[in-house]
């Protein structure tokens, strides 16, 4: 009981929805991390919570930028990419497009 009391009184004075907006988070549910896709129409689905420092996100291919997402959830689809391992990233950048440091890597081998 001491515990709920504790937990009530702190986000009473504010502190609980201070620190659970700081939460931001990237979740890319496809392609699976370490899959095996083709050359051309892979398609990127991801979901974002960009936080109070986010603004929008950024989608990195082999570290560099491909695309600027609005869109906080979503697919997006990458035309093309050459036979080889890549590294996809989508990072939460704020509104002058710095990253935030909140981001989501899965590498994948297209063939």
Same mark, same amino acid.
């Given at each position: 009981?001491?515990?709920?009391?504790?937990?009530?009184?702190?986000?009473?004075?504010?502190?609980?929805?201070?620190?659970?907006?700081?939460?931001?988070?990237?979740? #890319?549910? $496809?392609?699976?991390? +370490?899959?095996?896709?083709?050359?051309?129409? !892979?398609?990127?689905?991801?979901?974002?919570?960009? &936080?109070?420092?986010?603004?929008?996100?950024?989608?990195?291919?082999?570290?560099?930028?491909?695309?600027?997402?609005?869109?906080?959830?979503?697919?997006?689809? #990458?035309? $093309?990419?050459?036979? +080889?391992?890549?590294?996809?990233?989508?990072? !939460?950048?704020?509104?002058?497009?710095?990253?935030? &440091?909140?981001?989501?890597?899965?590498?994948?081998?297209?063939?």
């Amino acid at each position: 009981m001491n515990t709920l009391k504790a937990i009530l009184m702190t986000c009473a004075m504010g502190v609980c929805g201070a620190a659970l907006a700081e939460d931001a988070s990237v979740k #890319i549910s $496809s392609p699976a991390d +370490g899959a095996m896709v083709g050359t051309a129409g !892979i398609s990127v689905a991801y979901e974002v919570v960009t &936080g109070p420092k986010g603004d929008h996100v950024h989608l990195y291919i082999d570290d560099s930028e491909a695309k600027v997402l609005r869109n906080m959830k979503g697919t997006y689809t #990458i035309d $093309s990419l050459k036979a +080889g391992p890549h590294n996809v990233c989508i990072k !939460i950048v704020d509104k002058g497009h710095t990253p935030i &440091g909140v981001e989501k890597c899965v590498k994948v081998t297209a063939h």
